[in-house]
């Protein structure tokens, strides 16, 4: 019969055991779902690599082609145009910080609560908050880790679209700030996944069981982005002001609107000042072309009006503000997801079953 | 020393008491057998003294007054829990693993030593053994901690007869090696008779019975006699009155020293005749413990 040696000497002042050891025993249970991560992040990152190239070069064509404007040009931009179709708008790739929260960070402890064997880890030397924070906090890193390289990935992906310069040849371009966009390049992207991550466990904390947490986890992550992208981001800092009448393409609009002597004129007001003027400017051409004059003859309204007393006004954010609005963005989320991991660890302390 | 103290201890879920007013104090060094009918409070009173949950009444300390579940008393404890929990898709050998990362001492050879001898492949994934299998293994792991006090909550309820031999052999001989003490609940008394050294019944969430098996044996006695003189019985206080046809039973606390009233004979009671006895009264309290009144009868029953 197998017998025990005997305990060495009881030590009641005890020095916790080191962090580290929690390393090998979160790699061995969370294994397969960084494993899952990094093969996902792989497989698209080598989709990314190969239509990226393409998109590049055709980019580079379109620009470097002369004369501007031939058919033959012409054809290049189509070209450009056409291949954006699927990732263009980034909506798909929105999913995928939902997705690694909710598949990463969900089950760190629901999954504990649900099978019982929270009873198990709480219960060795190790002690439980401490357990749960040396699990969170690599996981955390590692998928922080993960998701900035592939960030960067994506920054050059979408480079052609947000290059400036080019707006007469016709290019599809867009802002930096899309709302589609701009969380999903450099430090935004690597943060909105944290922050998936720490909602993750938190819910599955709070639901104790993996199905619901990750249910749940989805819809408060896409709630979160949602109000991010149509209520908070453009607050970051103060919109600048301007009575230009056009702006670069790249420039984040917020509202426009008009004034005369001070006054603020309502959306019905300038229609009644503006449609005699459209009138009278719009060229005598047939009724099914006449959407091909409405914008120049707008804005050679615009320009009229301007001359006679009427300010137009533009609130917006600059392209140059884009790293700074990307650096907010990443603190604040940091700093969320620091307070949903500590708002978990505390009610892994103080649960009571 | 006390491996566990408890003092006015009591859980409440929402307005019902769990555990309440429970006041006990298990010594060092022997098999504390914690028994009573299903939802008893026997859990309740293993995840406080473990520091799985805390109390919404008075205190528990273990091994000697460290708080339960700080981080000297995880130190000493080894819990295994109802159904014994693991990892069910990590390996054996990771289990291994992860208990050693988790613990200040883990008898590696121990552990090891013990699977080969049960025949648990290392690499075999611990949600693919029998259950026996598991309980064996989660019992290994908690052993090989090297603990002072061993925790087991209703370690035997789901194995088969010769798996719940196995596990108790197991427990014993790691006591019998080490004077690790061992505290585990039960639902099925007959399984701890013959290793239980202390005994603690709990019944609706109090505690009825507890103290050192010998001296709860000695100090009741089984009386038999006819049925029509029970209520003339005036002798020793009567924790339960059975009758079947013309004969009474009843279950007096007595020693063997206490006259007998002519017409009836007295005997010895066993440990499971005891317990059934209380249980079937649930106003009869009887504690025996260290530092503390021998045999105080806080209520008693007559009829």
Redesign the interface.
Known sequence: MTTLARPEKDDISLRPLPWRRMAGVTWRQHRFALLGVVTLLGALAVYLWIVGLQLHRAYAAAVACHPAGSPACQDLVNTFNGMDAFLANGSILQALPALIGAFVGAPVLARELETGTYRYAWTQGFGRWRWALGKLVPLAIVVTAATAAFSTLLSWFYQPYFATGHQALGLSQTSPFNAGLFDLREVAFPAWTLAAVAIGALAGMLIRRVVPAIAATLVVYAGLVFATGIFLREHYLTPLLTTKLTLPGSAWILSQWWTKGGVTLSQSTMQQVMLPIIQRLMPAVPEDQIHLYKLPTILNTERYLTQHGYTYWTSYQPVSRFWPFQWIEGGWLLALSVLLVAATIWLVRRRAT | MNVIETNGLGKRYGGTWALHECTLAIPDGCVAALVGPNGAGKSTLL?LA?????PSAGDVTVLGG?PAGS??A??????V???T??????SVA?ML???R?????F?QS?AQ??LD?LGIPPKRRAGKLSGGQQAQL?LTLA?A??P?LLVLDEPVAMLDPVARHDFMATVM??MA??G?SVLLSSHVLSELERVAGYLILLSRGRVQLAGEVDALLASHRLLTGPAAEVDRYAGRPVVHAGRAEAQAHLLVQATADDPVPPGWTARAASLEELALAYLREPGAVALHGPGRDQGTVKSEVTK
């Open positions: 995840n473990v520091g799985l949950s805390a460290r981080p000297a995880l130190d000493g404890i080894a819990f829990a109802q159904d929990p693991l990892y069910k898709t990590l990771d693993y992860v208990t990362s988790l613990n200040r001492r008898d121990y030593a013990r001898e989660a052993l901690r090297r002072r001989t790691a090696a080490d690790v």
